[in-house]
């Protein structure tokens, strides 16, 4: 395969938002992202991208009009709290990064939680967070790994 532009990772993906620039800080604030991008036309969003360690999301206002054509794009709050999509981070401290989104105002779906399939298999801690417009998040901490095949019977 043929290296990704620099900066950024083979997939990302984009969320949107009715007030992005709103959305852009608070997620900063709350998720620990840092704005990689952040472009304004016209006092608008035109385009962002915000990074997460190796990981890239950008947000987009759901109601920008693009090359003429009405946009298709929803926040989760404008379609009555329908998500399509979750996103998952795996982050360094599942409990000081729970502390800090609850802090910057996150509504807490789940409280953190461990998920522990055997010693076979790997084990997670987590807690799922719904951000200021609807989107739902996973942050997660692996606390084991599974073990490598060649130790496996």
């Not at 620039?21 to 900063?28: F, G, I, R, T």
Request: hydrophobic share 35%.
């Amino acid at each position: 395969m043929k290296p990704t532009p620099p900066g950024w990772p083979r997939i990302s993906s984009a969320v949107y938002y009715d007030d992005p620039l709103a959305a852009v800080d608070w997620l900063c604030k709350a998720f620990g992202f840092v704005i990689q991008q952040k472009i304004i036309e016209g006092g608008k969003l035109a385009h962002s991208e915000l990074k997460y360690a190796e990981g890239l999301i950008m947000v987009s206002d759901a109601k920008r009009v693009s090359r003429g054509e009405p946009s298709y794009r929803s926040s989760p709050r404008s379609v009555g709290g329908a998500n399509t999509q979750n996103m998952m981070l795996y982050v360094d401290d599942v409990e000081a990064h729970y502390q800090q989104a609850r802090a910057a105002g996150a509504t807490m779906i789940t409280e953190p939680a461990t998920t522990d399939y055997g010693p076979d298999y790997w084990s997670d801690r987590g807690y799922e967070a719904e951000d200021l417009e609807g989107h739902h998040w996973w942050f997660i901490q692996r606390m084991r790994n599974p073990p490598s095949k060649s130790s496996a019977h």
